[in-house]
């Protein structure tokens, strides 16, 4: 993988929500890169005088995903074993299951 693809992952993760997990026994690196088109629901403050929420500054700013046209996680970027996750589905029970899976092979950090 390029590192200027690993540097464009890392870019505005915390608009995102990406992040890379790296495997104490494996050595194995996960990217986790949540995919969605929208933010949860309006938050913000009530305003007494006006009775309505008002929201904050900087309310558009996190989304807290990527749209799936706009995923870096793909083979062209040199990602493989690329798995989509079902909604509630855990990225940390799919990393332990496979860092298992490597383990089992023989697979042990250095």
Do not use: C
């Amino acid at each position: 993988m390029e590192q200027n693809t690993i540097k464009r992952f890392f870019t505005n993760t915390d608009e995102t929500g990406k992040f890379m997990v790296t495997s104490n026994i494996t050595g194995v690196k996960y990217f986790v890169e949540p995919i969605g088109d929208s933010r949860g629901g309006d938050w913000g403050s009530y305003n007494p005088s006006t009775g309505n929420i008002e929201n904050k500054k900087g309310f558009d700013k996190y989304t807290g995903s990527v749209k799936i046209e706009d995923s870096i996680i793909t083979e062209d970027n040199g990602f493989k074993n690329i798995k989509h996750l079902e909604v509630a589905e855990s990225p940390m029970s799919e990393i332990d299951k496979r860092d298992k899976e490597y383990e089992l092979k023989g697979l042990r950090k250095k």
